[in-house]
């Protein structure tokens, strides 16, 4: 059965584009850097709540590294020759020789932003940044059924009309527990903006057993401050990048595990968590363990590490935020009170059903998971026309793997997001919808 539309006619002239992209953080960075490689005929343009190009920026630590070999950058897999490689990068900044001499694979986050945002100021004219896309809806535009996004720019209400929408909205923040008041919890996520007006001394809750609460403990131990980490874990377990199975990342994987049935690739993902954020880069970890060493030597004592345990409420008082936790060892229940919670929790990804009419949200076919279900070229399963579709990439871990919230696959993973929209382009689809719309039910 196909569902009839709500539609709308618009009859305005305007831009119909071949792809609007919602965000422009990498990954549709990505996208647009193989949509000109691969296919310049197609029309683009990027809507980005950001007032300018930032990537991660409030976590952004001076001596943060990446996850990730910098051979994995947004086009290097896809085509090493292209002007946009981190090499031509260093190239560019005249520092590829000295970067050779670090000898290492892993840069500092803040170089690789520098290459994101070098790569991005090749885009300027088709972003529009300051821009928040709020409503995706389908209309009838001189008889072509389109996608209408509105947005709400630097000056007002915007709309445009699309035939595919790349939406790439990226992680948001998550605090798996109830927080009342304000002002004292942070997430990780915004910390550097958040530290500003703390006192360096303060004595810190961090919150979390990957890599992201480990960096923040070092930052803040690095600080002066006095931290007590709280971790559902026994301790911190290093991350896994050994090479075998650090062939989980690699593109071929993504054909394999698509096609894997549901019970197993989940199997297969509990089993390499380690490989994700979960895990803690083990040089961190160790110097991390040396630093607290060091301190107690020292008779200073400022590291708590509260293992097996996890936090059941924060609440605001006049003297700092009260922590309700749970010891699994010992399955008791106390309080604690720090002049500031750091909530290294994680994220989980922002939807574009969030965006969608209630007549888009039902074409798409949901997994009985309540995700929603894409193709192989990460496009949504929607009953719509053939010449239309929505890429959510980051949204199909379930599908496609653990590359999908990452960089790891994103040069590969964006040619084939072209291929799949240049193939749609070629159906003849003009007054099509029309027809199939007066078919239907
Ligand atoms: C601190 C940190 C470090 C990381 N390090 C690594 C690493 O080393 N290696 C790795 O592989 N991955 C890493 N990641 C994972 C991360 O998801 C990827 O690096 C990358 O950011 C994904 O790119 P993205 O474009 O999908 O999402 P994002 O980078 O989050 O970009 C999404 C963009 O969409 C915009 N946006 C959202 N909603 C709207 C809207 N409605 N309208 C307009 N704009 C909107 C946002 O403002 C944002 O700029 C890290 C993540 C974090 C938080």
């Known amino acids: 059965m196909i569902i009839k539309p709500s539609i709308r006619q618009t009859g305005a002239a305007s831009e119909v584009l071949?792809?609007?992209?919602?965000?422009?953080?990498?990954?549709?960075?990505?996208?647009?850097?193989?949509?000109?490689?691969?296919?310049?005929?197609?029309?683009?343009?990027?809507?980005?709540r950001r007032a300018t190009f930032g990537w991660h920026e409030l976590m952004l630590f001076d001596t943060a590294t990446m996850q990730v070999n910098f051979l994995k950058d947004l086009v290097s897999f896809r085509n090493p020759r292209s002007h946009f490689t981190f090499v031509n990068f260093l190239h560019n900044q005249e520092r590829l020789a000295s970067f050779t001499n670090l000898?290492?694979?892993?840069?500092?986050?803040?170089?690789?932003?520098?290459?994101?945002?070098?790569?991005a100021a090749h885009f300027d004219g088709r972003v529009r940044y300051g821009t928040t896309a709020t409503e995706i809806e389908t209309v009838l535009h001189n008889g072509e059924l389109l996608f209408r996004v509105s947005a709400e720019g630097p000056n007002g209400p915007e709309h445009?009309?699309?035939?595919?929408?790349?939406?790439?909205?990226?992680?948001?923040?998550?605090?798996?527990?109830?927080?009342?008041?304000?002002?004292?919890?942070?997430?990780?996520?915004?910390?550097?903006?958040?530290?500003?007006?703390?006192?360096?001394?303060s004595h810190y809750a961090v919150v979390g057993a990957g890599q992201s609460a480990a960096e923040i403990t070092e930052l803040l131990y690095q600080?002066?401050?006095?931290v007590t980490a709280i971790a559902s874990r026994f301790g911190y377990m290093p991350a896994d990048d050994s090479?075998?199975?650090n062939e989980i990342f690699d593109p071929e994987q993504v054909d394999v595990l698509f096609q894997t049935p549901d019970e197993m690739r989940s199997k297969i993902f509990e089993m390499h968590a380690a490989t994700n954020y979960s895990g803690v880069d083990l040089d961190l970890?160790?110097?991390?363990?040396?630093?607290?060493?060091?301190?107690?030597v020292c008779g200073k004592n400022r590291f708590d590490f509260k293992r097996m345990t996890r936090v059941i409420s924060a609440t605001h008082t006049d003297s700092g935020v009260c922590l309700e936790v749970e010891d699994g060892l010992k399955s008791t229940r106390s309080t604690l009170t720090v002049d500031h919670l750091i909530c290294a929790t994680g994220f989980e990804p922002r939807?574009?059903?969030?965006?969608?009419?209630?007549?888009?949200?039902?074409?798409?076919?949901?997994?009985?998971?309540?995700?929603?279900?894409?193709?192989r070229n990460y496009a949504l399963d929607m009953e719509l026309d053939p010449g239309l579709?929505?890429?959510?990439?980051h949204m199909s871990e379930r599908q496609h793997g653990l590359t999908a919230t990452l960089l790891s696959n994103m040069a590969v993973r964006s040619g084939e997001i072209v291929e799949s929209i240049v193939a749609r382009r070629a159906r003849p689809f003009t007054t099509r919808p029309e027809r199939e719309i007066a078919n239907a039910g």
């Open 18 to 48: 071949d792809i609007l992209g919602v965000g422009f953080g990498p990954s549709n960075l990505a996208i647009a850097i193989a949509r000109q490689e691969m296919a310049p005929e197609l029309s683009t343009l990027f809507l980005e």
């Open 103 to 119: 000898q290492t694979l892993f840069p500092r986050r803040t170089e690789f932003h520098q290459y994101l945002s070098w790569c």
């Open 160 to 201: 445009h009309l699309a035939r595919n929408i790349s939406y790439c909205g990226g992680l948001r923040p998550r605090i798996p527990f109830p927080v009342a008041g304000e002002g004292r919890v942070s997430h990780g996520y915004n910390l550097l903006r958040d530290i500003e007006n703390h006192a360096p001394d």
């Open 223 to 226: 600080r002066g401050a006095r």
């Open 243 to 245: 090479p075998f199975v």
């Open 285 to 296: 970890l160790k110097s991390l363990y040396a630093e607290w060493y060091h301190d107690k």
């Open 351 to 375: 939807s574009v059903l969030d965006l969608f009419t209630e007549d888009l949200c039902r074409r798409v076919r949901m997994h009985e998971s309540g995700a929603p279900v894409f193709d």
């Open 389 to 393: 579709a929505v890429y959510a990439p």
